[in-house]
């Protein structure tokens, strides 16, 4: 009797899992029973028996498998790992809009004070520069600085300026010789060494062409940028001990760094610069990115969002909020003759020194951008100037061939190719990837796919049911137990009151 029990229990769960489960493996698990399993279902050594235990072991080995692969794999997916892909779009039929060319002359122009004023170069220099390795920032120069500017001066030079110094509209004319454009095969050359701008760097003034306004047809050597210039060592003496011209090649909208990175020309050597568009951008959370961020002294209009300038506006907006020295330097002249930076004068640059020379921009928290745009190069050099270009310019300019050697150079800026390359940074292991790995997973394990979690809910939902029911069929038998033992014991008194009277009549009777 136990074991016809037992048997018809089975049959009853193997038949509602075959009825409500699809999952693949649980036939062999809970196999139908034939009449011959009615006479053997209760010995050990049934061979039916014994294959549905190894298949039960063999389901559940999968199951725990599985379950330890999911793990991983959410694990995986909390860690969040990334990757980077690379796209490469070609502008062979639209061209591109050519770099800014940023171009520093090493040297400065001699004047009747010379060492004074080139202290105060130096002095502002030293506030803007944000390469500690830099000889300027060192201690021994801001010790030499700060005791120059305690020294008595004449008015003349408290009121000397940097832009005084260097004399940006003549200094532009007298040093660059030669400017030409040319776009491309179909466009003559166009002359540009009016399209230079004095811009104030972290390395001095220096002068910009931005391209941003001229596109490039065509690659190669022939074309872009070409400039020939002169560096003029006798009326400008180099006080940093090196000599020639820093080229730095950028975004339009992105500032110059000629302090941090660049090309050093010397004088006497010619330079062709080949130029590749790249860009990056980070689709991740990891490095904490900003997408653009409005800068006061640099604003998103006319500049592209980066680290650099933000560090370097962190250097303007210091000096601007402590309006005891009365000086703010602007990036980048606005119109008019010295509109920005000359307030900021010799005396006033001593007073910067004092106040804001512990600053230290590098610990201002300046984050990345996502999207940055900036142009690699590779670089060759040869002499310069030789042959009949030389005979050339020592005829134009009445001059020896050594002062030709001694201060002319040239620099070629042309574009490579027209293709940008572009570096994105994206999560790998999303969470569509989590799911669509726990699902294979599944799949390959015990054989589950979405409808059989649906299956689960409702055989969870009929077993919640079943339950219900019994305990609903529970509690009206335990009622009615209740209710009979109250009829019950109401029904006693009646019963005591009957009992005796009719014992009574029945003894008078007799």
Not at 14 to 43: C, M, N, Q, W
Not at 376 to 393: K, R
Not at 490 to 500: A, G
């Amino acid at each position: 009797m136990c074991s016809d029990g037992a048997g018809h229990a089975y049959d009853k769960v193997s038949k509602y899992f075959k009825k409500k489960i699809t999952i693949a493996g649980l036939s062999h698990v809970f196999p139908e029973r034939t009449k011959k399993d009615d006479r053997t279902r209760s010995g050990l050594t049934n061979p039916e028996k014994i294959i549905m235990v190894i298949w039960a072991l063999f389901f559940t080995g999968c199951v725990l498998g599985c379950l330890v692969l999911i793990g991983l794999s959410t694990k995986r997916f909390v860690d969040k790992p990334t990757a980077s892909t690379i796209t490469v779009v070609s502008h062979d039929k639209t061209g591109l809009p050519f770099p800014a060319v940023t171009i520093c002359n090493l040297n400065l122009k001699k004047n009747d004070s010379d060492f004074l004023l080139n202290t105060t170069y130096q002095a502002i220099i030293s506030l803007y520069n944000a390469d500690k390795s830099s000889q300027f920032t060192s201690n021994k120069k801001i010790d030499h600085l700060l005791n120059t500017c305690t020294a008595s001066l004449s008015n003349s030079i408290q009121n000397a300026t940097i832009w005084d110094i260097v004399s940006p509209e003549m200094a532009v004319n007298e040093f660059i010789h030669y400017c030409g454009f040319l776009h491309g095969a179909d466009s003559d050359v166009v002359m540009c060494k009016d399209l230079f701008e004095p811009v104030l760097t972290s390395a001095g003034i220096c002068f910009t062409f931005n391209g941003t306004n001229k596109l490039a047809n065509s690659t190669g050597r022939r074309y872009g940028l070409k400039l020939v210039l002169n560096i003029q060592q006798e009326e400008r003496p180099s006080f940093s001990g090196k000599l020639g011209v820093k080229l730095v090649i950028h975004d339009g909208k992105d500032i110059a760094r000629p302090s941090l990175y660049g090309i050093s020309v010397p004088p006497g050597f010619a330079v062709d610069v080949g130029v590749r568009k790249m860009a990056t951008r980070d689709e991740t959370s990891e490095a904490k990115c900003i997408d653009d961020m409005n800068l006061p002294f640099f604003p998103s209009d006319k500049f592209q969002y980066s680290q650099f300038a933000c560090r370097e506006n962190a250097v303007a907006e210091n000096i601007a909020r402590g309006s005891k020295c009365n000086c703010v330097i602007q990036p980048d002249r606005s119109p008019g003759l010295y509109a920005s930076t000359p307030n900021c004068t010799f005396s006033k640059a001593c007073c910067l020194l004092q106040e804001h020379y512990r600053f230290h921009p590098e610990e201002i928290d300046c984050p990345l951008p996502c999207h940055f745009e900036y142009y690699e190069h590779t670089a060759s050099y040869s002499s310069f100037p030789n042959g009949q270009y030389l005979q050339l310019l020592m005829e134009e300019l009445n001059m020896s061939a050594e002062y030709v050697k001694d201060n002319f150079l040239s620099i070629d800026v042309f574009f490579d190719d027209f293709q940008v390359t572009t570096t994105t940074t994206k999560y790998t292991y999303g969470i569509e990837a989590l799911l669509g790995e726990i699902g294979g997973l599944l799949g390959l394990f015990i054989g589950v796919n979405i409808i059989n979690f649906f299956e689960l809910l409702v055989l969870s939902g009929d077993g919640l049911g079943m339950l219900c029911r019994r305990a609903g069929r529970s509690c009206r038998r335990a009622l009615e137990k209740i209710k009979k033992r109250k009829n019950e014991r109401k029904e006693e008194p009646m019963k005591m009151d009957t009992q005796p009277g009719s014992s009574r009549s029945g003894n008078g009777h007799a």
